[in-house]
């Protein structure tokens, strides 16, 4: 059995692939890099390869494929980077690998309180010795309404935090889930959401019918000082009807773990580089947003539990068995 692993990471991933490619007899290429054109040729003899969050354009899977690859699995509970179409049309599986809910709902709970409590601004002038008041008065969230976007595992995970708040609860999702509404959090129209919420925190996968769910429309039904936050998929908003929101004052604040247009910058050192991503400059630019780089996932439990399943189900592949990472 032999797996090709791609954008492997030395200071947390190369030893837990190495347990647990020897548990499983797996024969193990380990790679730091993305999977591009120019080391497709590394999976050559690899029944399956094992990537994060890269983008997989059918070129690109097509040469895997023609180097017989038959699997494609992705550490990742999302796996819109993939063009699944493409890979299906080319004889190849593809696979995730999700984890606990609990890292990303802890940490989209902190940016609620981080954005509500003015956190940026709060840090930053700690940093200089500015101890005023002005400007950096904060809400609570037991006088505010939160509007849950996606009542998958996350976003339940994150109204089961949000209950000891004290704060009203809504949520929307097209498929309701009855755990959701046992807990007294009412489900509401789009409509109803943007009119409702103080606080909306996006938790949906990203598809081609909610691309840009966020937009220039949607933001001028929502109240005014709005905060949105964003621990799914930076393509659920519009980046520059976002900024005009913020500019405008209609947005109050952001707290954004993802963006638009983020392949190829997160994960590496580009402190040095200019960036082709002007929104993401003048996002991080303002006072009132904090932006960190997608890795609201990334805990201790998280690293384990993607590189042992994602092998996992490339076991389970390869030995023609019932295999629960199959998307």
């Not at 601004?121 to 849950?148: A, C, F, H, M, P």
């Not at 129209?189 to 409702?196: D, R, V």
Request: hydrophobic share 40%; aromatic share 8%; charged share 25%.
């Amino acid at each position: 059995m032999k797996v090709t692993v791609y954008n492997c990471r030395s200071f947390d991933e190369k030893g837990l692939f190495e347990k647990y490619g020897k548990e499983l007899g797996m024969e193990l290429v380990l790679c730091p890099d993305a999977p591009n054109m120019e080391n497709a040729a590394l999976a050559k003899g690899s029944t399956c390869i094992d990537i994060i969050t890269s983008k997989m354009p059918k070129e690109l899977l097509k040469v895997f494929a023609e180097n017989g690859v038959k699997y494609v699995t992705t550490r990742t509970i999302g796996y819109d980077h993939i063009d699944v179409k493409a890979a299906k049309e080319l004889g190849l599986t593809v696979a995730n690998a999700p984890y606990g809910p609990c890292g990303v709902a802890d940490y989209a709970v902190m940016l609620i309180l981080m954005t509500i409590r003015k956190m940026k601004r709060i840090l930053e002038r700690t940093n200089i010795q500015d101890y005023s008041l002005q400007g950096i008065q904060g809400r609570e969230l037991k006088d505010l309404t939160v509007g849950v976007i996606g009542t998958g595992r996350i976003g339940r995970t994150v109204l089961k935090n949000l209950s000891g708040f004290g704060c009203k609860r809504i949520a929307y999702d097209l498929y309701e889930n009855d755990e959701v509404k046992k807990d007294g959090v009412p489900y509401v129209s789009l409509e109803e959401m943007w009119e409702m919420a103080d606080v909306i925190t996006l938790h949906a996968p990203l598809t081609e019918d909610n691309y840009h769910m966020i937009n220039q429309e949607a933001i001028a039904k929502m109240k005014d000082g709005v905060m949105l936050i964003n621990t799914a998929r930076g393509g659920l908003i519009d980046s520059e009807a976002l900024i005009c929101g913020i500019e405008s004052g209609k947005i109050g604040g952001a707290g954004l773990d993802v963006v638009e247009n983020e392949f190829g910058l997160y994960y590496y050192d580009h402190k040095s580089d200019i960036l082709n991503n002007r929104e993401l400059a003048v996002l991080r630019g303002f006072p009132n947003v904090t932006v960190s780089h997608h890795m609201a996932f990334y805990t201790d439990d998280y690293v384990e539990t993607v590189v042992r399943d994602s092998l996992l189900g490339c076991k389970c592949f390869m030995e023609n068995r019932e295999n629960p990472w199959e998307v």
